[in-house]
């Protein structure tokens, strides 16, 4: 089963894209944050990071510069409303 991340602070888009994921037999969790989405990638091994680049607080380029190297394997799927 393929492991997702999702990190979005849209609670309303992170549910909608979470229920359809799992439709489709993915396994996703979701953040809130990008802080978040680093300590989750850190802490569990995920497939694919879908990650939000537009968040208050750790935005999406400084969370992908974090994850590379602490993650470098990870992918990312950088996403925009």
Known sequence: MIR???ADDDKDLRE????QLEKHGY???EVSS???AIVEAVENEY????LDMLM???EGFQTIRVLRRVTPDLE???MAA
């Open 4 to 6: 997702v991340l999702l």
């Open 16 to 19: 909608l894209i979470k229920t």
């Open 27 to 29: 396994d996703v969790t």
């Open 34 to 36: 990008g802080a978040d």
């Open 56 to 58: 208050p607080g750790l």
């Open 76 to 78: 990312i799927l950088a």
């Open 47 to 50: 497939d694919i990071l879908l």
